[in-house]
């Protein structure tokens, strides 16, 4: 074969491979595609929920199954000020606010949270990138505590909203959050967790507590907790489509 | 004309493939297409592989990584340990990622959208399986035409096969009426161990199945391997189908893809058998 011919296929070629990246990039940005694809996760989200046991408990690992690599994503060190200053203060001025549609809007200190009803577990958290790691969570059971703060009857939603900024040019929307159904919220796995493999919740994991919701993937367990708000619908929160992540594209039901 | 004359053999239209066979074949195609490009963008999100519950992250049995070379990158691939420079290709094309962008959906990286490709056509995919499976196995197409005659698994008998098929040498007439034991072999090993198995290791990746059926997680050694398993479960599902694809090219490709889209295809029989 001629340099020449040799120089004309592969230009072919890469025409080609170019016009199909382009013809699948184009259909990905679709409006319409992107809505139909879309439907598939709200069949997986109802599927999951009408043939699993909503109660089913996420399995537990032996002490020995604790990963000691475990894996920190997301912000690592929140740069907002208001977070450093509690950071500063070893969190003795944190409160975590229960508030929303609730009788009782609750303000907890780290003392009161810890002297709630707590649970301890060791299970894998599964990041939506594909790695798993395996920790050991203590926490304060979110169940009780939205029996505490008593939960109205329009509530549908938990909202966890968090300090870290993990998008600074979004602006107000920047903020990370998420939000869970009732049936998640009550699960008895469901915690406030405030230490980690028997010690304090480091930083980077989200200290001064973070939310364990272990049947789903870990950008559902927002860290560095400011305030947990019960809703009835989630569109008037940020983005909303329910988390900083979901506002990005990613399932409102990270359960797969 | 006397008797005599020498008989030519004749081309018939011989029914071969029934409708559902057909449609659940392109259908299957499609969604295994897309679920490969979109699988691709999901694991360029963490190109690297383990065994186990969880990530050893110091030493994964597969990863694709870009490391700095002079004042560019080369793409280096790591298998059990092993080293291969896969500069342009896997770790390194134009930037770092696993696999390169003509073999992801979107192109770009977005692990969002590939995820919803993926879970779009998984559901295909699922759907038309089970309805190929159901009806292959209550039609008895799965019986009659796939499984394999005690005959046939003879060691003896294999070796021809084998060799005929190493000599692109197909079974004519009579003979082709029939799928021979290789491809017995290949569709049923697709059809009810790697295509079945893609759907079982998925689904042990899910953290909210895994609650609901922990025992995937037994069966498949922890998570981290269904992962494994689905990514090599997954390249050899990729060298069937590049084996399918020269097989049909090289053992007459308008016969077989009109076998395909219309069901009939044409075999050569010798005039004496009418």
């Given at each position: 074969m001629s340099a020449d011919r040799r120089r004309w296929l592969k230009g072919a070629g890469a025409s080609l491979a170019g016009l199909w990246l382009a013809a699948c990039d184009r259909l990905n940005e679709t409006p319409a595609v992107r809505a139909t694809l879309a439907r598939a996760e709200r069949l997986t989200f109802k599927v999951q929920r009408a043939t699993t046991d909503r109660m089913a408990l996420a399995r537990e690992y032996p002490a020995e199954a604790i990963s000691a690599d475990f894996r920190a994503n997301g912000s690592?060190?929140?740069?907002d000020a208001d977070y450093r200053a509690l950071l500063a203060n070893d969190f003795r001025d944190w409160r975590l606010v229960v508030d929303g549609l609730v009788s009782t809007p609750l303000s907890l200190s780290m003392a009161e949270l810890r002297a709630q009803p707590s649970r301890s577990q060791i299970t894998r958290h599964d990041c939506v990138e594909g790695w798993s790691s395996i920790g050991k969570w203590t926490g304060a059971r979110l169940g009780p505590l939205l029996d505490r703060a008593g939960l109205s009857e329009q509530a549908r939603y938990i909202v966890f909203h968090c300090y870290?900024?993990?998008?600074?040019?979004?602006?107000?929307?920047g903020r990370y959050y998420e939000s869970l159904d009732l049936i998640d919220a009550y699960h008895p796995q469901t915690i406030l967790a405030y230490a980690m493999n028997d010690a304090a919740l480091p930083v980077k994991h989200g200290a001064p507590a973070r939310l364990r919701?272990?049947?789903?993937?870990?950008?559902?367990?927002?860290?560095?907790?400011?305030r947990i708000e019960a809703v009835a619908?989630?569109?008037?929160?940020?983005?909303?489509?329910?988390g900083f992540w979901e506002d990005r594209g990613y399932e409102w039901y990270a359960g797969i | 004309m006397s008797g005599s004359t020498v008989v030519k053999p004749r081309k018939v239209l011989v029914a071969r493939h029934g409708l559902t066979t057909r449609i659940t074949h392109w259908i299957n195609a499609l969604a295994l297409s897309m679920l490969l490009l979109s699988g691709l963008q999901i694991f360029n999100a963490h190109p690297a592989l383990y065994w186990g519950q969880a990530s050893t992250f110091a030493s994964p049995w597969l990863a694709m990584t870009a490391e700095p070379r002079g004042d560019d990158f080369a793409g280096v691939t790591t298998v059990a340990g092993r080293r291969f420079?896969?500069?342009?290709?896997?770790?390194?094309?134009?930037?770092?990622?696993?696999?390169?962008a003509w073999a992801t959906l979107p192109s770009y990286r977005s692990l969002a959208d590939g995820r919803r490709w993926h879970f779009f056509f998984a559901w295909m995919f699922v759907i038309n399986g089970a309805i190929y499976l159901i009806t292959a196995l209550l039609g008895g197409h799965l019986r009659r035409d796939l499984w394999l005659k005690r005959a046939e698994l003879a060691p003896r008998h294999l070796l021809r096969e084998i060799i005929d098929h190493a000599q692109l040498r197909f079974p004519k007439g009579e003979e082709a009426r029939r799928y021979n034991a290789l491809q017995k072999g290949a569709y049923l090993s697709m059809a009810l161990v790697f295509l079945p198995l893609m759907v079982a290791t998925g689904l042990t990746m899910s953290p909210g199945f895994n609650a609901a059926a922990p025992w995937l997680l037994d069966l498949f050694g922890g998570r981290q391997s269904a992962r494994s398993l689905h990514f090599i479960s997954a390249a050899v599902i990729v060298a069937f189908v590049i084996v399918h694809l020269l097989m049909v090219v090289a053992s007459g490709p308008w016969n077989n893809i009109r076998s395909m889209i219309t069901g009939r295809y044409a075999i050569e029989i010798k005039g004496a058998d009418q």
């Open positions: 690592i060190s929140p740069g870290d900024t993990l998008d600074p040019a979004a602006g107000a929307n919701v272990e049947r789903q993937l870990g950008y559902k367990q927002a860290k560095y907790l400011m619908d989630l569109a008037h929160i940020s983005g909303g489509n329910g | 420079e896969t500069t342009g290709v896997l770790g390194y094309s134009d930037t770092p990622r696993g696999f390169p």
